[in-house]
């Protein structure tokens, strides 16, 4: 069974663009969440997707977006980028998320921001 | 507002030994907490989990210890091999409404030396 994937692994982008980060969860798996990770701060939740609708969020500006597709692929957008949205992405896809919460993540999305 | 702390930032420990690393958590409403593994270049991968209505979870090598009263728990290693080096992230996970969501603590570096 193939893992969740993330595209791309790495990315550059200068400060004031914009960046659309993938995901795409273990097959048959309908919940995509994502997280940034940076230095000293763990991961922090960014949101939960669940058939196609947004199910949770965490304390995130409203910069940072995201969406899924029928296919339970999922996308998350951050729009006016700033020097401290450098970080790692991760995304991880559970059956459910509920109750027995076990998720699997990609190996993230590496994001600089210049 | 840190709702799990990992207070050790590292932690070495020689191999065939006992590594034990603790988390702690201030949401009396946790009722699922978790361990994660992540080595470098890699996603966090799921460990052992533990549900609050036990105070003990053993698979193989590796134990986590739930003491709800002190809101404290830790997890075991017995014994240490190099290969466990990696930075290892506690979780909790409340249900609110229909959604869970994963908190992480900030994670713990483990080094295991030959």
């Known amino acids: 069974k193939a893992g969740v994937t993330q595209t791309p692994r790495y990315l550059i982008k200068t400060r004031g663009q914009q960046v659309t980060l993938s995901c795409s969860p273990i097959s048959g798996h309908r919940s995509v969440s994502w997280y940034q990770q940076t230095p000293g701060q763990g991961l922090q939740f960014l949101f939960e997707?669940?058939?196609?609708?947004?199910?949770n969020k965490g304390n995130f500006p409203g910069r940072f977006s995201g969406r899924q597709f029928s296919n339970s692929r999922s996308e998350m957008n951050v729009s006016t980028l700033e020097l401290g949205d450098s970080a790692l992405y991760l995304c991880?896809?559970?059956?459910?998320?509920?109750?027995?919460?076990?998720?699997?993540f990609g190996p993230g999305t590496r994001l600089t921001v210049t | 507002d840190q709702q799990v702390k990992q207070n050790s930032p590292s932690l070495s420990v020689q191999e065939g030994r006992i590594s034990i690393l603790n988390c702690d958590y201030t949401?009396?409403?946790?009722?699922?907490f978790l361990w994660y593994k992540k080595y470098p270049a890699e996603g966090p991968t799921f460990l052992i989990s533990?549900?609050?209505?036990?105070d003990k979870n053993e698979d193989g090598r590796f134990t986590v210890f739930l003491n709800k009263s002190a809101k404290h728990l830790s997890l075991h290693i017995v014994p240490s091999q190099p290969g466990d080096s990696a930075v290892y992230f506690c979780?909790?996970?409340?249900?609110?409404?229909?959604?869970?969501?994963?908190?992480f603590g900030s994670g713990t570096q483990l080094t295991v030396l030959p």
């Open positions: 949401n009396s409403m946790f009722d699922y």
């Open positions: 997707y669940f058939s196609e609708t947004q199910r």
């Open positions: 979780a909790a996970s409340a249900l609110s409404g229909s959604a869970r969501q994963l908190t």
């Open positions: 533990i549900s609050s209505i036990k």
């Open positions: 991880a896809s559970s059956l459910s998320g509920l109750p027995n919460y076990e998720q699997y």
